[in-house]
C-alpha cells in the first residue's frame, strides 16, 4: 500500500549511542515532517522539511538532527541518545496546503 | 507559538449513543483544523478536518464544528460503533507550504457494546 514507511519499528539503545531513523513515503510529497509521541503530551513537532533542499526546526527539536536526502526520505538522527529521548517517533508527509498522512512509528527506548 | 487543549481525556458512552470531543486554540492566525483517530500500535490517520472559512463539516457519522470567534472547534460521532473506540487527536494549523501542526493531548474514547 502506498503511504509513508518508518524503520525501525522497534529499537532499544544505551545512554550516549547514536541512531538513525528512517522514513520514506511514496505520494510524492513535498513536505515531510518528524514528531515525537509522549503519554499525556499528544504530538510534538521535532523537525520539518517544507520542501526538498530544506529542513526548519519545530517545538523540540534539542538532541536531534535531520537530513532531507531526497524528495521521498527524510531522517532523523539522535547523536549521543539520553533516557528523555524514549518515545514513539512518527513521520508524516504531505503535498502543499494537503492533509499530513502519518506512518505507524518507531517506538524507542533508551536505557 | 499555537496551544491546543483538549476536554475530555478519556470518554465512554454506550452503543448508538453520540459522542462530543471539544478543542481551544490559542492562535487567531490558525486557518486549519484537523481530528486524526489513533488505534493502538499505529500512526494517526486523518478522519476529517475543517478550514476556517467554514463553520461546519460532515461526513457520514463524524461531524466538525468551527467557532473562530470563541477560538473553539468540537468533533461530533452519532450513532457510535465499537470499532469508533480509539484515541483522537484534534490540531490547529496555519496553512502554508508545509502546514506544521500543533497538537492536542488527546481523547480515549471507549464505545461500550
Known amino acids: 500500500n502506498a503511504g509513508v514507511t518508518q524503520t525501525p519499528k522497534f529499537q532499544v539503545l544505551k545512554t550516549g549511542q547514536s541512531m538513525t531513523l528512517q522514513c520514506a513515503q511514496d505520494m510524492n510529497h513535498n513536505s515531510m515532517y518528524w514528531y515525537r509521541q509522549d503519554p499525556g503530551m499528544g504530538l510534538r513537532l521535532i523537525y520539518y522539511s517544507a520542501s526538498e533542499g530544506t529542513t526548519d526546526k519545530g517545538e523540540v527539536p534539542n538532541g536531534y538532527n535531520v537530513s532531507r536526502l531526497n524528495k521521498r526520505e527524510f531522517s532523523l538522527r539522535l547523536e549521543s541518545a539520553a533516557p528523555s529521548q524514549t518515545s514513539v517517533y512518527f513521520c508524516?508527509?504531505?503535498?502543499?496546503?494537503?492533509?499530513?498522512?502519518f506512518g505507524d512509528g518507531t517506538r524507542l527506548s533508551i536505557l | 507559538g499555537e496551544n491546543v487543549e483538549q476536554h475530555p481525556s478519556t470518554l465512554s458512552v454506550q452503543e448508538g449513543d453520540s459522542a462530543v470531543i471539544k478543542c481551544t486554540y490559542s492562535d487567531s492566525a490558525s486557518n486549519y483544523f484537523p481530528w486524526y483517530k489513533q488505534e493502538l500500535g499505529k500512526g494517526p490517520q486523518l478522519i476529517i478536518d475543517?478550514?476556517?472559512?467554514?463553520g461546519e463539516k460532515k461526513d457520514q457519522r463524524i461531524a466538525v464544528t468551527l467557532n473562530k470567534t470563541a477560538k473553539h472547534f468540537s468533533l461530533h460521532i452519532t450513532e457510535t460503533q465499537p470499532e469508533d473506540s480509539a484515541v483522537y487527536f484534534c490540531?490547529?494549523?496555519?496553512?502554508?507550504?508545509?502546514?506544521?501542526?500543533?497538537f492536542g493531548t488527546g481523547t480515549r474514547l471507549t464505545v461500550i457494546p
Open positions: 475543517i478550514r476556517s472559512n467554514v
Open positions: 490540531a490547529a494549523s496555519k496553512i502554508s507550504g508545509a502546514n506544521n501542526l500543533f
Open positions: 508524516a508527509s504531505s503535498g502543499r496546503n494537503q492533509p499530513q498522512h
